[in-house]
């Protein structure tokens, strides 16, 4: 199987995981921001937990990349780069994120066993695992984009009119450089 046959499913598993973490993180918003009179949790008191609107953000990040998948960016693009390059830069740039928020949420909460008769306690349980899964699926993403990168013949670039494409088209292999 190619590489480039692997990365749609693979983004479809990321945009599902981002749904549902997108979901978690609203639930958590939720309930934190309305807390219930006589709430054990923090006195009552309404508060958010930052590492919380962190995922969020990481989930709108990976639904707002869907350009990238669909090839939409040729009409938004004014510099001469790959597409391949691009996309890496970007799953690198939501790697990190991705990988900072579910670094901060298990060390938060990094075992709530003891607290899983609670649906607060099982919605962030299930948070940090989605969160997990999503950083493995654009780990993932990454090495078939750095596949894409460093193979010869990238898909992307064959068919593009640029004119550095079509120019190191004519250049025959061996050819001194000037």
Request: aromatic letters at 14%.
């Amino acid at each position: 199987m190619r590489p480039a046959s692997l990365r749609l499913p693979l983004f479809g598993v990321l945009w599902l995981v981002s749904a549902i973490l997108f979901g978690l993180t609203i639930a958590r918003l939720s309930y934190t921001t309305h807390l219930p009179r006589g709430d054990p949790l923090n006195h009552g008191s309404d508060f958010y937990d930052p590492v919380v609107v962190e995922l969020l953000i990481d989930t709108l990040l990976a639904f707002a990349f869907a350009p990238f998948v669909f090839n939409r960016l040729d009409r938004f693009l004014t510099f001469s780069i790959s597409k391949a390059v691009l996309e890496v830069i970007a799953l690198a740039v939501l790697w990190l994120l991705w990988l900072i928020g579910c670094g901060i949420a298990t060390s938060i909460w990094p075992n709530l066993t003891f607290c899983y008769n609670f649906t607060a306690c099982r919605v962030l349980a299930a948070m940090t695992a989605f969160a997990w899964l999503g950083w493995l699926t654009i780990c993932a993403l990454l090495v078939l984009g750095f596949i894409a990168v460093f193979s010869k013949n990238r898909e992307s670039d064959l068919s593009s009119n640029d004119d550095m494409v079509q120019w190191a088209r004519s250049v025959p292999a061996g050819a001194p450089q000037v």
